[in-house]
């Protein structure tokens, strides 16, 4: 493999969609330099390689930025392949679309209601993430029975496409815990998602990329400060 | 071979652009498929039993297996029929990333900013959500600029491809939102080569087979907007 400079990864560490990357990347065992972004103040690097969304992540692969996490995924899978190389999604057509299903459902639908219990400004708006987060993973759970046959993860034996991008969560799951006590993923509510997470957080993987969840706390509560001032500001 | 003779089935409601894509696509690899209309109002218990997720069209079934989500069942088409048609995604993964991209772009930028135009109440409501359409298919503009690179007409180069798909399945809407907001979403003046490329678009005998009627989408949308105003009055 050449050397570091050849794939750049430009994130944050408590970003999911960083996160779910910079995973992908140490799955499929290749050499990669990481630069963690200060997104009050974004590099010239981040916002010439993302000039239509300035975020990250984004990863530079010999020049050639690739914005989006989860388009970022697909390309690391695709591009990198190989005897001994995981896939990260199933080579079967079926599979591949049932996989892109659930990725997009933890994108467009978990996701937002989830961010949502911390970002919205009033209460009332509150309880609706609250039900909608709810709902959701309860869905999950019922995906994973079926995605998992049995197995330890929504792949199977190892992690992939959909164990990414709801994995790439858990951190937050967790924040949102310390937050305000809500239980997203529980033994009680959510036993086999309860247990993949365990799993999940014991892949070699998770342990290399993601960070303490005080980190998310931290970076948490400045958000919610940030919503309470701006919804204050708007009513005066 | 991985698409086999097994039977498709689309279930779709005639109006809905996100069906369009998935006839697009199809009519582009030259698939036969039988079209099932759905009443949305009285859901048949084949597409309750086929999309209990979202209970939205399209859905594509084949071989008795249920595909969901337009952009989904896109890629579906090109992955489980590799040898059939042209392809829509390129083969170079790079350029994969990139047609990627821009389909995330469709969706998160303009088709989430746009929708809300047909369901708001208020004017101002409504001139926000087109501000921000119009931002969003300005960006586009430079994304056509770049895809097309001058080598071709399409963003797929000289040939459709996925992002043309994905657009080219908004186009009666698109055409429509003049007629019933006052606001021209493609505009020459503007953003010429969009207009070029819709005009080029429509074109096609791919269009001409499965679009749909602009005045029909415009009295649709208009009947909708009439129900949607009943019923919150009602609820009021």
């Known amino acids: 493999m050449a050397a570091k400079e050849y794939l750049k990864l430009l994130g944050i560490d408590v970003s999911p969609f960083a996160i779910g990357v910079h995973m992908a990347l140490v799955m499929k065992g290749v050499n990669y330099e990481y630069i963690a972004e200060d997104l009050s103040n974004k590099s010239e690097l981040l916002v010439s390689s993302n000039p239509v969304h300035k975020n990250v992540p984004v990863l530079i692969h010999s020049g050639n930025p690739i914005c989006e996490s989860l388009v970022i995924v697909q390309y690391v899978d695709e591009f990198f392949t190989g005897a001994g190389v995981p896939s990260i999604l199933p080579a079967d057509p079926y599979e591949r679309a049932i996989a892109r299903f659930w990725a997009a459902y933890v994108d467009d639908k978990f996701f937002p209601a989830m961010a949502g219990i911390v970002l919205v400004p009033t209460e009332q708006k509150r309880v609706q993430k609250v039900k909608e987060t709810s709902a959701a993973i309860e869905l999950l759970e019922e995906a994973f029975t079926v995605c998992s046959k049995g197995k330890a993860f929504f792949s199977g034996d190892s992690i992939g496409y959909v164990d990414l991008a709801l994995g790439s969560l858990l951190i937050w799951i967790e924040t949102i815990r310390r937050m305000c006590g809500l239980e997203i993923i529980s033994a009680s509510k959510t036993p086999r998602l309860a247990a993949w997470a365990e799993r999940f957080g014991e892949t070699a993987a998770a342990k290399k990329v993601v960070p303490e969840a005080d980190q998310a706390l931290q970076y948490g509560k400045k958000l919610q400060a940030a919503v309470s001032a701006a919804a204050t500001s708007k009513s005066k | ?236």
Request: negative net charge; proline residues 5%.
């Open chain 2, 1 to 236: 071979m991985a698409g086999g003779n097994g039977e498709l089935k689309l279930l779709g409601m005639w109006a809905s652009p996100f069906v369009t894509r998935a006839k697009l696509a199809l009519h582009i690899k030259g698939l036969p498929y039988e079209y099932v209309e759905e009443d949305l109002g009285n859901k048949s218990a084949l597409f309750l039993s086929s999309n209990p997720v979202h209970k939205t069209v399209p859905v594509l079934i084949h071989n008795g297996k249920p595909i969901c989500e337009s952009s989904v069942i896109v890629q579906y088409i090109d992955d489980a029929f590799p040898g059939v048609g042209t392809p829509l995604l390129p083969a170079d993964p790079y350029e994969r990333a990139v047609a990627r991209f821009w389909a995330a772009y469709i969706e998160d930028k303009v088709v989430t900013s746009w929708a809300p135009v047909f369901r708001v109440k208020t004017d101002e409501e409504r001139d926000e959500a087109a501000r921000q359409t119009l931002a969003a298919v300005e960006v586009l503009e430079g994304a056509l600029k770049e895809c097309s690179g001058g080598k071709g007409a399409f963003f797929g180069g000289d040939s459709v491809g996925y992002v043309d798909v994905l657009l080219g399945g908004l186009v009666s809407w698109l055409k429509a939102n003049e007629p019933l907001t006052g606001t021209k979403l493609i505009d020459a003046t503007k953003t010429p080569l969009l207009a070029a490329w819709m005009e080029r678009f429509c074109e096609l005998d791919v269009a001409k087979a499965v679009l749909q009627d602009v005045d029909a989408v415009v009295e649709y949308a208009m009947a909708l907007r009439v129900r949607l105003a009943a019923s919150s009055a009602a609820n009021n």
